[in-house]
């Protein structure tokens, strides 16, 4: 044998002696570098660009679950000095596949749980008729009746089933498409809800858009009757913002409001039917510079918003980690702005919708309770910007 023959089978050898140990390691090394790819049966998308400036935040990426009604799972955002931030609150892929693949109910209620979910038809609470085995109700819209799933309910003893934020919180996009846009990236698809699974009227096409640059994150969704009936339309989000210090107390929150929807409680939050001015209460938020949170637990719904610029702009501000977000509603039909911000939570959500709780409810009266009707071949569009800053 030659010398470098001699010397190739001696290493042959040696590697062949290490192979029982060295296949565990490999088979462990295999097994975290499967990705997670897929949440809702569809592919998950990732928009991203990198920050370039290094004196002011930039926004950086944005996760998107066309599988899951194309509800935003995440959002980071550089900070010159302190790398990425979670915009959102949120659990990382792994944990989000177990809640909405695993765990999560028949009608998808954990997808309001984490992250950002659109809501459509409805955001917010509607009640109605109860059905004998507890799983629908039913109201009433202009003559007509309208089925939903009674998929939320209170604790108390005195809580009532009802239906809560709307029917596309499982819903599978179709025609997702990314492409590049000036500083960065944007993706859209289409959902085809027709008559949301039976428990709506007419039939209703959604077009979703979700854009990246360095200074905003842009969300839209324009609603379409496609069908042959009148509709009624409301739109909004359900962003969990994230509180970076963990300081909960610090937090500040501007919400542009003169007057808030009084509720029965915090554990219905039905409406009563009253609009009370805020001025003199906790829940004057206008303040310049935001009004500090502390122990306060809040779910409400502010309305007689003040538009500046045509824009009606939210701020939550973390003075302890130098941290602000601008939540901006864009759309005139915007109604109304929910806040729900637990005080043992360490996020605040912020959801610019285009009604009030209970929009059918009897206790409106006259009042215009914000929904949007589409005759057949109309549409309505919904959009909301995000800024971030330091304060």
Same mark, same amino acid.
């Given at each position: 044998?030659?010398?470098?023959?001699?010397?190739?089978?001696?290493?042959?050898?040696?590697?062949?002696?290490?192979?029982?140990?060295?296949?565990?390691?490999l088979?462990?090394?295999?097994?975290?570098?499967?990705?997670?790819?897929e949440?809702?049966?569809?592919?998950?998308?990732?928009?991203?660009r990198?920050?370039?400036?290094?004196?002011k935040?930039e926004?950086?990426?944005?996760?998107?679950?066309?599988?899951?009604?194309?509800?935003?799972?995440?959002?980071?955002?550089?900070?010159?000095?302190?790398?990425?931030?979670?915009v959102?609150?949120?659990?990382?892929?792994?944990g989000?596949?177990?809640?909405?693949?695993?765990?999560?109910?028949? =009608?998808?209620?954990?997808?309001?749980?984490?992250? %950002?979910?659109?809501?459509? $038809? &409805?955001? !917010?609470?509607?009640? /109605?008729?109860?059905?004998?085995?507890?799983?629908?109700?039913?109201?009433?819209?202009?003559?007509?009746?309208?089925?939903?799933?009674?998929?939320?309910?209170?604790?108390?003893?005195?809580?009532?089933?009802?239906?809560?934020?709307?029917?596309?919180?499982?819903?599978?996009?179709?025609?997702?498409?990314?492409?590049?846009?000036?500083?960065?990236?944007?993706?859209?698809?289409?959902?085809?809800?027709?008559?949301?699974?039976?428990?709506?009227?007419?039939?209703?096409?959604l077009?979703?858009?979700?854009?990246?640059?360095?200074?905003?994150?842009?969300?839209?969704?324009?609603?379409? =009757?496609?069908?042959?009936?009148?509709?009624?339309? %409301?739109?909004?989000?359900? $962003? &969990?913002f !994230?509180?970076?210090? /963990?300081?909960?107390?610090?937090?500040?929150?501007?919400?542009?409001?003169s007057?808030?929807?009084?509720?029965?409680?915090?554990?219905?939050?039905?409406?009563?039917?009253?609009?009370?001015?805020?001025?003199?209460?906790?829940?004057?938020l206008?303040?310049?510079?935001?009004?500090?949170?502390?122990?306060?637990?809040?779910?409400?719904?502010?309305?007689?918003i003040?538009?500046?610029?045509?824009?009606?702009?939210?701020?939550?501000?973390d003075?302890?980690?130098?941290?602000?977000?601008?939540?901006?509603?864009?759309?005139?039909?915007?109604?109304?702005?929910?806040?729900?911000?637990?005080?043992?939570?360490?996020?605040?959500?912020?959801e610019?919708?285009?009604?009030?709780?209970?929009?059918?409810?009897?206790?409106?009266?006259?009042?215009?309770?914000?929904?949007?009707?589409?005759?057949?071949?109309?549409?309505?569009?919904?959009?909301?910007?995000?800024?971030?800053?330091?304060?």
């Amino acid at each position: 044998m030659h010398f470098q023959g001699w010397i190739e089978m001696k290493l042959l050898v040696q590697v062949l002696a290490l192979l029982p140990f060295a296949l565990p390691v490999l088979m462990v090394v295999t097994s975290h570098a499967q990705a997670i790819t897929e949440i809702g049966g569809l592919k998950i998308v990732t928009l991203t660009r990198t920050a370039t400036s290094t004196t002011k935040p930039e926004f950086t990426s944005v996760t998107v679950l066309p599988g899951r009604g194309m509800e935003v799972l995440q959002i980071t955002a550089n900070f010159p000095g302190k790398g990425n931030v979670d915009v959102l609150a949120s659990p990382d892929l792994a944990g989000a596949k177990k809640m909405l693949d695993v765990d999560d109910t028949a =009608n998808g209620d954990l997808g309001y749980r984490l992250g %950002a979910a659109f809501l459509v $038809p &409805y955001p !917010n609470r509607i009640r /109605g008729k109860l059905s004998a085995d507890g799983k629908t109700l039913t109201t009433e819209w202009e003559g007509h009746s309208i089925t939903l799933p009674a998929n939320n309910i209170g604790s108390l003893p005195t809580a009532e089933r009802h239906a809560m934020h709307g029917l596309i919180l499982k819903a599978k996009t179709d025609n997702v498409a990314v492409q590049k846009v000036p500083g960065g990236e944007e993706v859209s698809g289409v959902i085809h809800a027709g008559d949301f699974g039976g428990h709506w009227l007419s039939k209703t096409q959604l077009v979703v858009t979700i854009r990246l640059t360095a200074e905003a994150v842009d969300a839209t969704i324009e609603a379409r =009757n496609v069908g042959a009936e009148d509709e009624p339309i %409301a739109i909004a989000w359900h $962003p &969990y913002f !994230n509180l970076p210090s /963990g300081d909960r107390t610090q937090v500040r929150v501007r919400i542009p409001a003169s007057t808030i929807a009084e509720v029965d409680g915090y554990d219905n939050v039905f409406p009563t039917g009253k609009i009370l001015p805020v001025a003199g209460t906790r829940f004057d938020l206008r303040g310049v510079g935001g009004t500090p949170l502390g122990t306060n637990f809040f779910d409400d719904n502010w309305n007689h918003i003040d538009w500046v610029n045509h824009a009606a702009t939210v701020q939550v501000i973390d003075p302890a980690a130098h941290y602000g977000v601008e939540i901006v509603g864009l759309s005139p039909e915007i109604k109304a702005i929910q806040m729900f911000a637990p005080p043992t939570k360490q996020f605040v959500a912020i959801e610019h919708q285009y009604n009030f709780g209970d929009p059918f409810g009897k206790e409106w009266g006259s009042t215009d309770t914000g929904m949007v009707t589409l005759k057949p071949g109309q549409s309505t569009k919904w959009h909301v910007r995000l800024h971030v800053f330091v304060p």
